[in-house]
């Protein structure tokens, strides 16, 4: 939903001239990462009277933030490719990704789309699909190594497969008698 003066002069020059716009992540002291996401709006489903709009964004390519310009009623900036290591996810680390996913979803009774094993972007469709929390999905977008990122998707996709476990394991208990009783947790 783009509302803010500056953003809507942003989206609409973006949609008319078929241009890219950046991402990054803000923190509440004005400070900015260094890494970003290219954008590009795939569709305008929506335009109000008084010029908001609600629009879809695809993220693309990967940026390293090189200085904040001015000018614009926006942030603007130089910005530069950012290129992995050649360091491949281990096919162990991408079985127990997907695995592990797949369970997340059947945990989560989500009817998510499951990513293909061969996906080359299989880190990246996984972590689009799961809220794991800002720094971490910041944490996996800056990582320039593939095996690291894929290891560390698996222990985010774990994390968050013991947390809908955990919810419903309470909320089951919780529905038996309107009492929650403390869970005795396995070492």
């Known amino acids: 939903h783009i509302f803010e003066p500056r953003y809507k002069e942003l ?9 890219e ?12 990462h ?20 609600n629009v879809v964004v ?3 390519e990967r940026f390293r933030l090189v200085e904040l310009t001015s000018g614009r009623s926006f942030t603007t900036g130089l910005v530069e490719e950012v290129v992995d290591e050649d360091d491949p996810a281990s096919p162990l680390d991408v079985a127990k990704a997907l695995e592990v996913f797949t369970d997340l979803a059947v945990a989560a009774e989500s009817d998510v789309d499951l990513p293909e094993a061969d996906d080359p972007g299989l880190d990246w469709a996984l972590a689009a699909r799961v809220d794991f929390g800002v720094e971490p999905k ?13 290891e560390r998707l698996v222990e985010l996709l774990q994390t968050s497969l013991e947390a809908v476990k955990l919810e ?5 208990r919780a529905g038996r008698n309107g ?6 947790l396995e070492p």
């Open 11 to 19: 989206i609409e020059e973006c949609v008319e001239k078929e241009n």
């Open 21 to 32: 716009f950046g991402l990054v992540l803000s923190t509440g002291d004005g400070a900015v």
């Open 34 to 53: 260094e890494i970003g996401t290219r954008a590009r709006v795939t569709d305008v489903i929506e335009r109000l009277e008084d010029g908001r709009m």
């Open 58 to 60: 695809e993220g693309g």
């Open 138 to 150: 910041q944490e996996v977008l800056a990582s320039t190594s593939p095996r690291y990122r894929m």
């Open 168 to 172: 419903a394991t309470l909320r089951e």
């Open 179 to 184: 009492k929650v009783s403390p869970l005795e």
